[in-house]
């Protein structure tokens, strides 16, 4: 997670300018001996680019990196916020959930942290604002959109350098600041998240758990949750739905999602409250309101439903007719 002393590298250098770090030490007011470690990690991580000037001198940048284009956007928006002061990792995880209205208790949840330690976070947002509504549930206001993107890069980010430096294909298709979904293209990458602790195959290839096996033409995807109700946690089957609809939403994927959610009697109320964490609430509306009534789909469904007879036929391949 990017730190404040790492946020103050990047606040100092949005502008486009190129610094040293003798510069950075005046205008952050960090040491140069802790500046060191801070360039090193952004460089590690991609955020920053440096040159080498006389005696070895070296001279950084702000890399085309999404986290540094992101930053860049926010502060040419709302540059009259001190961000270094106001941002700390807690309060960016804090803000990837404050894109609409929600209760602390729900965000804490999630955070695997205290009511109190939430609060925390998003005490240097009262009193400026930045709050909308401000209790007992909140947002960031609407002009804080920039925030919201900068928050979510950086989760992004985190979660992608992790993924690849396990398995270099990896690719984030979803995340929050504590969980991510991710899909590979290499055997050996599926190898390596396999055989890794804190990650779990799910989507399409999970279906064998509720005998359903159908041909996978890729590799599978794989979902990182550490902690998140202890290590040995089973995904449950509305989280291998909205897994395998936010890898692939084509019209494959969406019946073989309907049909794992029929052969199981999926339970409605666990499927919608699963299916808001992903933004997939209309998807799974549309397909619960499908299975219901079993008509033929609607043409403004926001994905590609089965016709009814397209459907039958899948069941009784599996045995479910």
Known sequence: MLTRAGLAVLDALAVGREATVDDLAASTEYSRAHLYDVLDDLLDIGLLAECREANNRRRVRLAAHPVAEAYRALRLKMGHFEWPELLSPSTLRVCWYLDEPRRIATVAERLGVTRQAAYEAIAPFKGRAMLSPDGPEYALREGLAPLSSFARAVVRHE?????????????????????????????????????????????????????????????????????????DRSLTPAEVVAHTLCVDSGSR???????????????????????QWYGLDAAVAAMAQWLDTASDPPESSPVPLPSETAFESLEAQYGLA
């Open 159 to 231: 979660h992608l350098s992790r993924a690849r430096s396990l398995a270099p294909s990896a690719t984030v298709e979803w995340c929050d600041p504590r969980r991510a979904l991710v899909t590979v293209q290499t055997a050996a990458d599926t190898d390596a998240l396999t055989g890794a602790p804190d990650w779990q195959v799910t989507g399409l290839a999970r279906f064998t758990d509720y005998d359903l096996q159908f041909f996978l033409g890729d590799e599978p995807a794989f979902w990182y949750a550490p902690d998140d109700d202890g290590p």
């Open 253 to 275: 994927r969406v019946s073989y999602a309907m049909l794992l959610i029929e052969a199981i009697e999926l339970d409605r109320t666990a499927l919608t409250e699963t299916a």
